[in-house]
C-alpha cells in the first residue's frame, strides 16, 4: 500500500512533468540542494495574523474583534512533514484556511510553491489539496466513487483519466470494496478517508490536514496515521494539524505548538522533549474534587507545571517538578484530606512537554 | 486547431459530468416517491382545482387556458426549488469550502447547477401537458409542436435563472426555503397561470413583466390555440431575457458571495 506510484491525472505514473515546479527542478537549484543539503520552502509564512470581527448578542448587536492567529511564522521543506500542535481554539484551523486560499489574513504573507496565497490563489489551488477534519463536506448522497467524480471535475480532470485513478486512491485508503456505496452509510472514519482520497485526486504536491483523526476510534485513527505516513513517501509535503501530542510525535519530523494564536516552540519531536529533559514528573492518583488545592500546588516553587487527567473514577494530576521525588512530601501535605492513590515519579515524555507548552502561558 | 477542439470536447465532457453529478448530490426530491408525488401526480391536483375553480368562480368553461397555465406553472417547480436548492445546498453539506477550494470554473460551476433541472423541468412540463390531454382533452392538432417544445424550454430556462439567483440569495441569508415559498407563490399569482394578466391591476402588471413564466405562458396558450412560431417570438425573447437577466445577477451574487465569505471567514457558517 501506498508504496507502489499512482498514476497522475495526465494517465502516467509518478510526478507531472517537471515544467510544473521549474524552481524546484532547476539544474542549479538541485545541485545546490545536494552540495549544501539545502532544500527549497515549499511553505513561508511570515507574521501572519488574523481578526475575526464576531457579532455578539442578538438584539443589541456590538462588534467584538477575535484574534484567533497573532502573528506566527514558520517554513515548510519540500518533503516535510510539519506539525501544527495546540489545543482547542488556538487558532490551527484558521491558520490552514489561510494556507490553503479561502481566508483572507488580516495581515503577514505566506508562500507556498513560490506563490503567493492571496494574489495568486487561482495558480495556487489546483496544485494543494486539503482536508478539514470531521464527515461533512462530502456529498452524501452521492457514492464514494461519485464524489470523486465530481470533485475531479471540479478541477478539470480529464473524466477518463480520474475513473483510472479512482480506484487506486480507494486502494490506499483502505475503501476499495465500499466505493460503490452511498456515503451516507460511511462510517465516520470511512469517510475521512474518502476526504483524503478526495484531496489526493489531482496529485497536488502540497497537502493541508486540519485534524484528519477527529473523533475516530485508536484504531481508525492508527489506520488513518499509516495512510498519512504513506503519503509522505510520496514525496509530498503536508501540513498537519492536531490535538494530539503522540499524533504529532509519531508523524512528524517537526512540530509547531501553538497557543492563543502564537507558537510557543517549534522544532523535531526531540528538540521539543528537550525542553522538559531537566524535569520530573510526578504522577498523583486522587479521587474526589481538589479544585480548591491547585491554586496552592501551582504557587509551589517545586511545580513546573500542573495538569489533570481523568481516568475512570480517579484522577490524576499531573506535576512537573525540577526537583523530582523530593517534592513529592510537598505536594502530598498540600494534599491533606484529600483520598490520594498512587504516586509515581517518572521521566517526561513529549506530551510532558507539549503540557508544560500549553499550560506555561495560561 | 486540432488542439483546441480537444480541449473544448474536454470542456465539454467535464461541464456535463459535474452538472449531472451536482444533480444528483443536491437535489432533495431525488427518491422515486418523492419525485413521483412532487412533479407526476401534483401538478393533477393542481390542475384539476383550477378548472373547477375558474369553473365556478369565473364562470370559464374552457379548461385548457388553467390545462396550459398550471402545466407550464410546474417549470418554477424545477426552475426554482430544484435549481435554488442546489445552489445553495453545498452549505448544509460543508461543501462550500471544498468548492470555492478547487480550481473550478465558477460560471461552469454555477450554470452546471442548473442544467439538469432544466432538462427535469422540460419533462415535468410535458408530463403535466400530457395529463392535460388525457383528463381535460387538451387540443393540440392546431399545434406547431417544436415551437412549443420551444417555448417550454426557454420557459424553464428563464425560472432556472430565477432559481439561481434565489439560491444564492439563500446562500447569503441562510434560509433559501423561506424565499422560495414565497416567490413560488409570487409566480402562481403574477404569472398569469389562472388569471387573466389583463384583469389585473397596474401594479401586479408591473410584476407580471418582470418575472419569468408570464411571456412563456402567453406564449403557450398562443401556440396551443394556433398561432405560429413567429407570432410569438418577441414573447420568448423576452422570457429569454428576463431569465438571462436573473442568472446573471445571480452569478454576480454568487462570485461576490466567494469573495465576501472568505474575507469573512463565514464560509463555514451556516
Ligand atoms: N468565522 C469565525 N468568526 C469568528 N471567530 C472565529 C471564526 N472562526 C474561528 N473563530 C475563533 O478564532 C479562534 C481560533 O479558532 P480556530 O478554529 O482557528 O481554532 P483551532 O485551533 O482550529 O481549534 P480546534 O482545535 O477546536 O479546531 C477561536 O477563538 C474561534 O472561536
Ligand atoms: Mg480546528
Known amino acids: ?362 | 486547431m486540432k488542439e483546441l477542439l480537444r480541449d473544448l470536447g474536454l470542456n465539454v465532457r467535464i461541464f456535463f459530468q459535474g452538472a449531472y453529478l451536482s444533480y444528483l448530490a443536491l437535489f432533495a426530491w431525488i427518491r422515486p416517491p418523492h419525485y413521483i408525488a412532487t412533479k407526476v401526480v401534483g401538478p393533477v391536483f393542481y390542475m384539476i382545482f383550477f378548472v373547477l375553480m375558474g369553473a365556478y368562480v369565473a364562470g370559464r368553461n374552457d379548461p385548457s387556458f388553467y390545462v396550459i397555465g398550471n402545466a407550464m406553472q410546474t417549470a418554477a417547480l424545477s426552475g426554482v426549488f430544484g435549481v435554488s436548492m442546489s445552489i445553495d445546498g453545498d452549505r448544509w453539506g460543508g461543501t462550500l469550502i471544498y468548492l470555492f477550494g478547487s480550481p473550478a470554473n465558477r460560471l461552469a460551476l454555477f450554470l452546471g447547477r442548473a442544467f439538469m433541472h432544466i432538462l427535469d423541468g422540460v419533462f415535468g412540463v410535458i408530463i403535466a401537458l400530457g395529463w392535460g390531454l388525457l383528463i381535460f382533452g387538451l387540443d393540440l392538432s392546431q399545434t406547431h409542436l417544436p415551437a412549443l417544445a420551444l417555448t417550454i424550454l426557454i420557459t424553464v430556462f428563464s425560472t432556472a435563472g430565477m432559481g439561481l439567483m434565489l439560491g444564492c440569495l439563500g446562500l447569503i441569508t441562510r434560509n433559501v426555503m423561506l424565499v422560495n415559498n414565497t416567490i413560488f407563490f409570487l409566480l402562481f399569482v403574477f404569472s398569469g397561470a389562472n388569471v387573466e394578466i389583463g384583469s389585473l391591476p397596474g401594479w401586479a402588471q408591473a410584476v407580471s413583466s418582470i418575472i419569468p413564466l408570464t411571456r412563456g405562458i402567453a406564449a403557450a396558450r398562443l401556440l396551443i390555440g394556433g398561432e405560429s412560431l413567429a407570432a410569438v417570438g418577441p414573447l420568448l425573447w423576452g422570457e429569454f431575457l428576463v431569465g438571462a437577466a436573473y442568472a446573471a445577477i445571480g452569478f454576480l451574487m454568487f462570485r461576490q458571495f466567494e469573495i465576501i465569505a472568505i474575507r469573512r471567514g463565514t464560509l463555514e457558517a451556516f
Open chain 1, 1 to 362: 500500500m501506498g508504496a507502489e506510484a499512482i498514476p497522475d491525472v495526465h494517465g502516467h505514473a509518478g510526478r507531472p512533468p517537471s515544467s510544473c515546479r521549474p524552481i524546484v527542478h532547476c539544474p542549479f537549484v538541485a545541485f545546490y540542494e545536494v552540495c549544501f543539503n539545502f532544500r527549497m520552502n515549499t511553505i513561508e509564512v511570515q507574521d501572519l495574523r488574523r481578526v475575526y470581527n464576531a457579532s455578539i448578542g442578538a438584539i443589541r448587536r456590538s462588534r467584538k474583534e477575535i484574534v484567533a492567529v497573532d502573528g506566527i511564522s514558520f517554513h515548510i521543506e519540500q518533503g516535510e512533514l510539519f506539525g501544527l500542535l495546540g489545543p482547542n481554539g488556538v487558532g490551527k484551523t484558521t491558520t490552514v484556511k489561510m494556507l490553503t486560499t479561502m481566508l483572507i489574513p488580516t495581515s503577514g504573507r505566506i508562500r507556498i510553491l513560490g506563490l503567493d496565497v492571496v494574489k495568486d490563489a487561482k495558480k495556487l489551488r489546483p496544485r494543494i489539496g486539503f482536508i478539514f477534519g470531521g464527515e461533512r463536506g462530502l456529498y452524501w448522497r452521492l457514492s464514494g466513487v461519485d464524489n470523486l467524480r465530481y470533485f475531479g471535475s471540479l478541477y478539470h480532470l480529464d473524466p477518463d483519466a480520474t475513473r483510472k485513478r479512482i480506484p487506486k486512491l480507494l486502494e490506499m485508503v483502505g475503501l476499495s470494496d465500499r466505493g460503490e456505496e452511498k456515503v451516507e452509510g460511511y462510517s465516520r472514519g470511512m469517510k475521512q478517508r474518502l476526504h483524503i482520497a478526495r484531496a489526493l485526486l489531482h496529485d497536488p504536491e502540497v497537502l493541508f490536514l486540519d485534524e484528519p483523526t477527529l473523533g475516530l476510534d485508536p484504531v481508525g485513527a492508527r489506520d488513518l496515521r499509516v495512510i498519512i505516513r504513506n503519503l509522505q513517501a510520496e514525496n509530498k509535503t503536508i501540513l498537519l494539524t492536531t490535538h494530539y501530542m503522540f499524533e504529532a510525535d509519531a508523524l512528524c519530523q517537526r512540530i509547531a505548538v501553538i497557543n492563543k494564536g502564537k507558537i510557543v516552540a517549534e522544532g523535531s519531536p526531540a528538540q521539543l522533549k528537550s525542553i522538559v529533559s531537566d524535569l520530573s514528573v510526578i504522577e498523583v492518583e486522587i479521587f474526589g474534587g481538589v479544585d480548591d488545592r491547585l491554586p496552592a500546588l501551582r504557587a509551589l516553587p517545586a511545580v513546573d507545571a500542573l495538569s489533570i487527567e481523568n481516568r475512570e473514577q480517579k484522577q490524576v494530576l499531573l506535576i512537573q517538578s525540577p526537583a523530582g521525588a523530593e517534592a513529592v512530601s510537598t505536594i502530598l501535605k498540600l494534599l491533606d484530606g484529600v483520598r490520594v492513590g498512587k504516586v509515581a515519579v517518572r521521566e517526561p515524555t513529549l506530551e510532558d512537554a507539549y503540557i508544560r507548552l500549553v499550560e506555561g502561558e495560561a
